[in-house]
């Protein structure tokens, strides 16, 4: 099938050029090397590519680009170079192969025996780009359209063809995993009533195949879109088996996430508390596994859970998630606007507006790291507020 490319424009925020590439090279260079192993480049090769997209990010920033999603620009310029860069690849090894005397030496094609997430290796390149950016790099799916150079409507035509296609084929892994990517397209554009029966029917073909990395996915993915949907109590459920799953598969850093995804359902079920408490043990593990940007919603979450108890920390979680996205040029996804909104009402509701001030500007200063980890500290042996004249 052939997708149509798009321009896609580039336009609203101007930022400082060495601030966003030092920000996303901190936050994304490692997803962005991991991603071109995805796609079938060697170490050296996507080290150079890396590289390459920052350089080229900073050149456009430098002579007077204004970019809306910097990480997005810059995923879509590493995909570039890594296509282009496979592509010769495969050419110069299908050369050497028609060579007469060296078939045996172009025999063994590493791009064909990684595995960094072998499951994905079932779809064509563009839909395990599509899968990778998504359930790895944590991109939503219009960042991936973005990212890809298609419209989300042709990245849902695409998914659409591959769950058709694997229906005929009657071959039941293939279909889990279309129709896992084809919910992620449905609830981006918010469509939660369509993804639902889509990840039901994955996490049962996940079941029947013995897949229980598939399973664990649909079903923390299924955990989301019910929460979403104010079915909070079976988000529970779904996500303390998204815990035991991941336990079981010695995946300690998706059941970090399902933890912290618990905590967040916990919370909206009004179990403040324990939900606090929940994510707060989180934290130390979060730290030391999570990227840059990962850490972003952790903060942002936990100043929700102590806006009231905790105001002044919490205004100062806020600000260190701001200073983070402005130093990656990370803009909020507009799902997220409404929460980001009412968390800043319940804080600034204790607080004086020369103290939400000064507490924002002052996380907005501090590495996020080390705020995650001055109010766990503060918080371990239980909730100490920060008093107005204290510092954090």
């Known amino acids: 099938m052939e997708i149509a ?18 920000g996303l090279y901190a936050a994304r260079g490692r997803e962005l090397w991991a991603f071109g192993r995805r796609l079938g480049l060697e170490p050296d090769e996507c080290e150079d590519a890396v590289q390459e997209a920052h350089l080229r990010l900073w050149t ?23 296509m282009d860069r496979h592509r010769l690849s495969r050419r110069v090894r299908e050369l050497i192969r ?20 072998a499951a994905a290796d079932i779809f064509p390149p563009r839909e395990r780009a599509a899968i990778y950016l998504h359930y790895r790099a944590d991109m939503a799916f219009d960042r991936v359209a973005i990212v890809m150079g298609i419209t989300p409507g042709a990245a849902r035509t695409y998914a659409t063809a591959s769950v058709d296609v694997c229906r005929r084929l009657d071959d039941h892994l293939e279909l889990a995993w279309s129709l896992t990517l084809l919910a992620g397209l449905e609830a981006t554009e918010g469509h939660f009533v369509e993804a639902r029966p889509l ?13 229980r990395n598939h399973l664990l996915i649909a079903t923390l993915d299924l955990a989301i879109i019910e929460a979403r949907e104010g079915h909070h109590e079976q988000s529970r459920r779904l996500n303390e088996e998204g815990i035991r799953l991941a336990l079981e598969l010695r995946d300690p850093y998706t059941a970090t996430n399902a933890r912290h995804n618990l905590a967040c359902t916990l919370f909206l079920l009004g179990r403040t508390d324990e939900a606090r408490e929940l994510l707060r043990d989180t934290i130390p593990e979060q730290l030391s596994a999570s990227p840059l940007t990962g850490l972003l919603p952790v903060a942002q979450d936990y100043a929700a859970m102590i806006a009231s108890s905790d105001p002044r920390r919490a205004a100062v979680l806020m600000g260190a998630a701001e200073g983070t996205r402005r ?56 909730i100490q507020p920060l008093d107005a004249e204290s510092s954090l």
């Open 327 to 382: 130093a990656a040029g990370i803009a909020v996804p507009p799902v997220e606007e409404a929460e980001l909104a009412e968390t800043v009402t319940a804080i600034r509701s204790s607080l004086t507006a020369e103290e939400w001030q000064s507490y924002r500007e002052q996380g907005s200063r501090t590495d996020i790291r080390d705020v995650l980890a001055a109010v766990w500290e503060a918080h371990a042996t239980g």
């Open 199 to 211: 990840l039901v029917e994955a996490m049962a073909l996940g079941a029947e195949v013995g897949d």
């Open 60 to 82: 456009h920033l430098s002579g007077g680009g204004a970019l809306d999603d910097p990480a997005a620009w810059l995923f879509r310029v590493f995909y570039r170079l890594a």
């Open 98 to 117: 028609r060579w007469p005397g060296r078939a045996d030496a172009a025999a063994a094609d590493p791009a064909e025996h990684l595995s960094v997430w």
């Open 5 to 22: 490319l798009v321009e896609v424009p580039e336009t609203v925020v101007t930022l400082d050029p060495s601030a966003v590439v030092e």
